[in-house]
């Protein structure tokens, strides 16, 4: 009892030891996604912190075109954060314009590794082309959907264990690529055709034509 009593010490000392913006992105991504939460936390600290950054900043992207009332709504708020990327990019030095938990640590990240804000990029431009929620046409389609919006994760973490600044392609072998594109379509296809039942109120069924 009293080693479990000092282990639950221990993580609430830890827990209050996080800045309340690395925090806040441990917890949306604990909350919206679990299984890489907890693979996330056995990184080295700024990679744990790195990491539940880009698994929050993923998560709250995907809930834009959920909570937009309307595709021009997610539209301004994809575009808000395609320009937040662009201007940290910029000048990371800059915290004078940006207030929010996620966007402090957008600054954070950039100013602590060397990776590609294109990724970034990438993954809000991804869920803006599905802002429409019309349904894959096909199974690759579906496929292209899932690299899109999973692999550029891997690719920023690869990049931020690179010290030599070389890029992702110096720090990931060609078996590896391979890897991470099997675990990127899995993660991404997995939950396809649970996913039916799940938007079966909104209307939405997003999952491939041909599995329908």
């Not at 990679?47 to 539940?52: G, K, M, N, S, T």
């Not at 804000?117 to 894959?136: K, T, Y």
């Not at 590896?176 to 296809?189: D, E, I």
């Amino acid at each position: 009892m009293s080693l479990r009593l000092s282990r639950r010490g221990l993580l609430v000392r830890a827990q209050r030891a996080l800045s309340s913006d690395e925090n806040f992105c441990m917890e949306l991504a604990k909350k919206a996604d679990y299984y890489n939460y907890i693979c996330a936390i056995h990184l080295p600290p700024s990679h744990r912190r790195f990491a539940c950054f880009l698994r929050a900043f993923n998560a709250e992207i995907a809930q834009v075109t959920d909570r937009a009332r309307t595709r021009e709504i997610a539209n301004i708020r994809f575009r808000y954060w395609l320009d937040a990327i662009e201007a940290v990019s910029k000048d990371p030095s800059s915290t004078s314009v940006f207030r929010s938990p996620m966007e402090r640590e957008l600054i954070w990240a950039m100013q602590r590794f060397r990776f590609s804000p294109r990724w970034l990029s990438m993954l809000v431009e991804a869920r803006a082309n599905r802002a429409d929620g019309v349904p894959f046409a096909t199974c690759l389609e579906l496929e292209r959907y899932a690299e899109m919006t999973n692999a550029p994760i891997y690719y920023m973490l690869a990049e931020s264990f690179d010290g030599g600044g070389g890029g992702v392609e110096s720090v990931v072998d060609e078996w590896k690529v391979v890897y991470h594109y099997n675990l990127t379509y899995a993660q991404a296809t997995a939950p396809a055709i649970p996913g039916y039942k799940a938007h079966d109120g909104t209307r939405r069924i997003r999952g491939p034509n041909c599995l329908s």
